[in-house]
């Protein structure tokens, strides 16, 4: 059975009071900028009609979340399991140090896009956005896979200024030749080849399903990919590497 909570004059403690007591499977109705939704929550299956506010699934522990519309500043922050799929656009600083889990977005993503973001043994965390991104994507990544697909982007650059800052593991794959973009010095960024690109094949298959786009389409486009250098001055400063 699935429990319908009305989100209209809940505070965010009240929301995830009742979600912990709902079952496994449930909708959020009215929600309009309520922060915290589902945060380090896990077996629950949440769908959104409405935009939730910042940190939505912070700290996510392995539940599955659906948000039917945009959402707002810091997506999945920190969060270690599960999957957030949003059907509309994000804010700034989505996947803020995430250690594991999904995150895929339908349109556009704002500034500091996937900073932080770290991996840990089998724990490999995945950000794909459909759209284009801010400035700083990937600023300090220590792990993970981050695709920006440049879907529908009506002219504007996929990514904007000062990409990989401070990068120094994990991969980025952004569509296209990103002949304008300008990366720092202590990354590599060159063309994806077919071998590179099987390795988010799952993942923009798995972003297609989900928004109606032909995976095969999307494939045959050139990709740029994006590794930290081996002399990377700031592979030193970090246990994991």
């Given at each position: 059975?699935?429990?319908?909570?009305?989100?209209?004059?809940?505070?965010?403690?009240?929301?995830?009071?009742r979600l912990?007591k709902a079952?496994?499977?449930?909708?959020?109705?009215?929600?309009?900028?309520?922060?915290?939704?589902?945060?380090?929550?896990?077996?629950?299956?949440?769908?959104?009609?409405?935009?939730?506010?910042?940190?939505?699934?912070?700290?996510?522990?392995?539940?599955?979340?659906?948000?039917?519309?945009?959402?707002?500043?810091?997506?999945?922050?920190?969060?270690?399991?599960?999957?957030?799929?949003?059907?509309?656009?994000?804010?700034?600083?989505?996947?803020?140090?995430?250690?594991?889990?999904?995150?895929?977005?339908?349109?556009?993503?704002?500034?500091?896009?996937?900073?932080?973001?770290?991996?840990?043994?089998?724990?490999?965390?995945?950000?794909?956005?459909?759209?284009?991104?801010?400035?700083?994507?990937?600023?300090?990544?220590?792990?993970?896979?981050?695709?920006?697909?440049?879907?529908?982007?009506?002219?504007?650059?996929?990514?904007?200024?000062?990409?990989?800052?401070?990068?120094?593991?994990?991969?980025?794959?952004?569509?296209?030749?990103?002949?304008?973009?300008?990366?720092?010095?202590?990354?590599?960024?060159?063309?994806?080849?077919?071998?590179?690109?099987?390795?988010?094949?799952?993942?923009?298959?798995?972003?297609?399903?989900?928004?109606?786009?032909?995976?095969?389409?999307?494939?045959?486009?050139?990709?740029?990919?994006?590794?930290?250098?081996?002399?990377?001055?700031?592979?030193?400063?970090?246990?994991?590497?």
């Open positions: 059975m699935i429990k319908t909570i009305n989100a209209q004059g809940l505070g965010f403690s009240e929301i995830n009071a912990r079952g496994r499977s449930c909708v959020i109705e009215g929600c309009c900028g309520e922060r915290f939704i589902a945060a380090g929550m896990s077996n629950k299956h949440i769908t959104i009609n409405g935009v939730p506010g910042n940190a939505l699934g912070a700290y996510l522990n392995g539940a599955d979340i659906t948000v039917n519309a945009n959402a707002q500043d810091a997506v999945g922050d920190t969060m270690n399991d599960g999957r957030i799929v949003v059907h509309g656009n994000i804010g700034d600083a989505a996947g803020y140090a995430m250690r594991g889990g999904s995150i895929y977005v339908k349109g556009n993503a704002g500034y500091r896009a996937g900073i932080h973001m770290k991996a840990y043994k089998d724990k490999v965390p995945v950000l794909v956005i459909g759209g284009v991104t801010g400035s700083f994507l990937g600023e300090y990544q220590a792990g993970g896979v981050i695709v920006v697909l440049g879907l529908e982007a009506n002219g504007r650059r996929i990514v904007g200024n000062f990409p990989c800052t401070g990068m120094h593991c994990g991969k980025m794959f952004l569509r296209g030749e990103c002949k304008d973009v300008l990366f720092p010095p202590q990354v590599t960024a060159r063309f994806a080849t077919d071998e590179d690109k099987k390795e988010i094949k799952e993942y923009v298959n798995t972003y297609c399903k989900l928004f109606g786009y032909d995976v095969k389409e999307i494939m045959d486009s050139p990709f740029t990919v994006i590794t930290p250098d081996s002399n990377n001055p700031f592979k030193q400063m970090y246990v994991a590497n």
